[in-house]
């Protein structure tokens, strides 16, 4: 039995009727070339646990790289490259599983409804996703911050995007996210990212989300501030929103001043 899931049944009409607009085409002319993804920092975490003065030089680096670029590459982690390599293992057997098993019955201790493939809310191709995912809520770690989540995901070629195309080789990345952004008036770059088609190589991936609890307010300490005081739940349920009436996560344009 197949272990892709069934796009083109799925979204035929999608898939047959829609064309890039004005708009799309645009955008695509607008983007700068593709950039090297040897250029992306790198960046040895291993100095944040030695003396104070290798530990501001490190966080130096990392600010530098978030305000330049929004994502960067980390080495010495503290995770191992045995576990990383059985994860990636035990990650594609996962999505070997015959698609009715995902879709249908509760594979592992996962919860039935934590298996994702496709877009039901694209309203045109730029919005739809060539890809499966199995999203897992974890505990709650502190009372400031809500559980974590792992987030498994297979699809086709990645290429991350941050005012500039990248190709690259799958690695460690850190991305910032919009209540980073949010928090330092702009400063750090919330990058859009994305996972492009392509039939040659399949992509498996493995995030691992840390959110502040729903009650945290988020506002930069900077004046004049470009964004609007917001909490945590209100930017989830504008992103939600926005999702189910636009088929696009716009979230923190939202509340700009």
């Keep these: 039995m197949a272990s892709n899931p069934p796009f083109q049944n799925a979204y035929k009409i999608l898939l047959e009727t829609s064309q890039p607009n004005e708009e799309e085409m645009h955008d695509h002319s607008k983007r700068s070339a593709v950039v090297d993804g040897s250029d992306l920092p790198l960046i040895d975490l291993s100095p944040l646990s030695l003396s104070d003065g290798e530990k501001e030089a490190c966080k130096r680096q990392i600010v530098e790289a978030s305000t330049e670029w929004g994502f960067f590459q980390v080495k010495n982690h503290g995770i191992s490259r045995e576990i990383l390599e059985k994860i990636r293992r035990e990650q594609m057997k996962l999505f070997l599983q015959p698609f009715e098993k995902k879709a249908k019955e509760k594979v592992l201790d996962f919860s039935a409804d934590c298996y994702r493939w496709g877009t039901p809310t694209a309203m045109s191709l730029k919005q739809f996703s060539w890809s499966e995912a199995f999203h897992i809520p974890l505990v709650r770690t502190t009372d400031a911050m809500d559980a974590g989540e792992f987030s498994g995901l297979r699809s086709r070629y990645f290429r991350g995007k941050a005012d500039r195309e990248m190709e690259m080789?799958?690695?460690?990345?850190?991305?910032?996210?919009?209540?980073?952004?949010?928090?330092?008036?702009?400063?750090?770059?919330?990058v859009e990212h994305r996972v492009m088609t392509n039939t040659k190589a399949e992509r498996?991936?493995?995030?691992?989300?840390m959110c502040p609890s729903y009650d945290t307010v988020i506002e930069s300490c900077i004046q004049p501030s470009m964004y609007r005081k917001f909490s945590f739940r209100e930017y989830r349920q504008q992103v939600q929103d926005d999702v189910r009436t636009t088929g696009s996560k716009v979230g923190l344009p939202r509340f700009l001043i």
């Design 169 to 190: 080789e799958i690695a460690d990345h850190v991305f910032c996210v919009a209540e980073m952004q949010a928090w330092s008036n702009g400063a750090y770059k919330s």
């Design 204 to 209: 498996y991936s493995v995030a691992y989300f």
